[in-house]
């Protein structure tokens, strides 16, 4: 039986090496893709013979143009595609001029399109699934995030009509949108009080873990959810659900 084949981008750290990994667990072959070398490197001496690398940045149109055939050439198919890789960056509206602004959407959003695009075919081939990764800052406004909070609400549309348009072709499109996860940079750059307040604010006080991310993810490509498309999932602890309720008014 041929083994199925996940293109998972930024899949050097955090979410997307996870998710690697978890495919491999469940028996694919994955490609994974990602624009910082010596991270991507090191990643793949992790995960072993059932991981390939690719070393190309998916907000460069003239890269995606080369990976795509570079993924088919090694591996033949592309079963899933998982658009994780992005970029963080908060700041104030006033001081997010449109270099700033543009950074975050070559990579969050343009990324996540060109990908989409170029996998196509290949996904009409195997019937395949995109699994775009957004972030509850894509459902919920707040401060600092003028320019990333935007990325990953045009990714939420984006994902439904990708899966209005490619579900005739047996394409599945859903996207999984993180709450707080414990991954090392935010534990490099969340202060006390910061982990203090999310732990109030999320129902089952705490962080998620990329493990818990992945888990959702890998659901979503596989053949348990085929009948699952164009749905927007938080995997984020019920952070989204509480809106505005105050921690304050709970019973315990």
């Known amino acids: 039986m041929t083994q199925k084949v996940a293109l998972v981008t930024g899949a050097a750290r955090g979410i997307g090496l996870a998710t690697a990994k978890l495919f491999i667990e469940h028996g694919w072959l994955v490609a994974a893709l990602d624009r910082d ?6 990643a793949l001496a992790t995960l072993g013979q059932s991981a390939s690398g690719f070393d ?5 149109p003239n890269d995606v143009e080369r990976a795509l055939p570079d993924v088919l050439a090694r591996f033949g198919r592309i079963d899933a595609l998982v658009n994780n890789a992005g970029v963080a960056d908060f700041g104030p509206i006033e001081e997010t001029d449109f270099a700033r602004w543009r950074r975050v959407m070559e990579t969050n959003l343009d990324g996540v399109f ?3 695009q170029a996998a196509t075919a290949a996904l009409k081939d195997t019937k395949g699934a995109i699994v775009n990764i957004a972030s509850i800052s894509g459902l919920r406004a707040s401060t600092l995030r003028v320019a990333y909070g935007t990325s990953k609400a045009a990714v939420i549309q984006l994902t439904k009509q990708q899966a ?4 005739e072709f047996r394409i599945r499109a859903n996207c999984v949108c993180p709450g707080p996860v414990r991954t090392k ?3 490099a750059v969340h202060t006390q009080d910061i982990i203090d307040a999310y732990h109030d604010a999320i129902p089952l006080n705490r962080y998620g873990s990329e493990q818990e991310i992945a888990e959702v993810i890998v659901f979503l490509c596989s053949e348990k959810a085929s009948y699952v498309t164009g749905q927007v999932i938080a995997s984020d602890g019920g952070f989204e659900s509480t809106g ?3 921690p304050a008014l709970r019973q315990s």
Not at 56 to 60: A, E, G, L, Q
Not at 164 to 167: N, V
């Open 37 to 42: 070398t010596d991270a991507l490197k090191d």
């Open 185 to 187: 940079l935010a534990m």
């Open 244 to 246: 505005v309720g105050l």
């Open 56 to 60: 190309y940045d998916v907000s460069n």
């Open 164 to 167: 209005a348009e490619l579900g």
């Open 114 to 116: 060109l990908m989409s």
